[in-house]
């Protein structure tokens, strides 16, 4: 059974690492076609970015080739290999040589660590085709949050190309998570509570500062956290966490002056990594809590 377990995480690991290599691709196409709509809106956009992504958007999907963002040559399946490529040819591009950065390797890592932690700390055993379903869906939502998470975090923006379809499928995963409950009402109620908490008190931010404190896009984000966590207290508990890491993230920046009171902050990173701490950690936290309060009361 043990050789099992170990079996499945490591699969999951290396799935992780080829999905986190589509995601970084991914961000990058999604990033030239935001700065291609930018120019023909006739919005501000980065010149010099545009020319260096802008073969990246037009291509057929069959004609679409991976290639360096440099040199623009097309790279073979060798140079595709996640994390090995990078790592067999010191971090550089194998034709012109220059780096390519910390950005895709990272993303690549961090998609292999959170498919197979997903396997490990799954609330639930995996049986029955509806219960694989529902963990398969959250695999396929997780590298969704991926590209958000790395967009967000470089370019300050959550794309609605990729926000509304998570949103859908957070839907279908909140209705297989009623069925496997037995109680619909109960998951569709705290479903609603979580958006609420998410989505909603963003949603009054928003208005209260016309956009100066919170992002349009977060307040969407809500939704699909919501709808994935289906619960008020676990939303609470995401979005303090949230506000805690961001707290840790900004802190030592504005003590160093790095960052000051007009620093453009990407929330929608620091909500995610809340709602994956809630969704598998939260009611540990929270029977801590109840626990601890009450041991102090008494």
């Known amino acids: 059974m043990c050789y099992y ?7 999951l690991f290396l799935l992780g690492l080829v999905f986190g290599s589509f995601a970084g691709a991914q961000v990058w196409r999604l990033r030239a076609s935001q700065l291609r709509e930018d120019k023909e809106l006739k919005l501000d956009y980065d010149k010099a970015e545009y020319k260096r992504l802008i073969g990246l958007t037009g291509n057929k999907l069959s004609d679409d080739r991976s290639r360096c963002l440099s040199c623009r ?3 073979a399946w060798y140079d595709l290999l996640p994390l090995v490529s990078w790592l067999s040819t010191g971090g550089r591009c194998r034709y012109c040589r220059r780096q390519i950065g910390w950005f895709e390797p990272t993303i690549e890592l961090g998609s292999g660590l959170l498919f197979a932690a997903s396997y490990i700390l799954w609330p639930v055993e995996l049986s029955g085709w509806l219960g694989i379903a ?3 869906l959250w695999l396929i939502i997780s590298v ?12 300050f923006l959550l794309p609605d190309k ?43 931010l928003w208005l209260i500062s016309g956009g100066r404190w919170i992002g349009f896009g977060d307040v969407k984000l ?12 676990l939303a609470f508990l995401a979005l303090f966490l949230a506000n805690l890491i961001g707290l840790v993230v900004v802190l030592p920046g504005m003590v160093t002056k790095t960052l000051g009171k007009k620093s453009q902050i990407p929330f929608g990173p620091m909500l995610m990594l809340g709602m994956y701490l ?20 008494v």
Request: aromatic share 16%; charged share 5%; hydrophobic share 65%.
């Open 222 to 233: 809500g939704i699909a956290l919501g709808l994935l966590l289906a619960n008020w207290q």
């Open 144 to 155: 969704m949050m991926v590209i958000l998470f790395a967009y967000d975090a470089k370019w």
């Open 278 to 297: 809630s969704f598998f950690f939260g009611q540990s936290i929270i029977d801590w809590y109840i626990s601890t309060a009450m041991m102090l009361v």
């Open 73 to 75: 040559h097309e790279l």
């Open 162 to 204: 990729i926000v509304f379809p998570l949103i859908a499928l957070s839907v279908v995963f909140a209705a297989i998570a009623a069925i496997l409950s037995g109680d619909v009402s109960g998951v569709l109620l705290g479903a609603l509570g979580a958006i609420g908490i998410l989505s909603g008190i963003y949603y009054a």
């Open 5 to 11: 377990i170990v079996m499945w995480i490591g699969l």
């Open 134 to 136: 529902q963990f398969g």
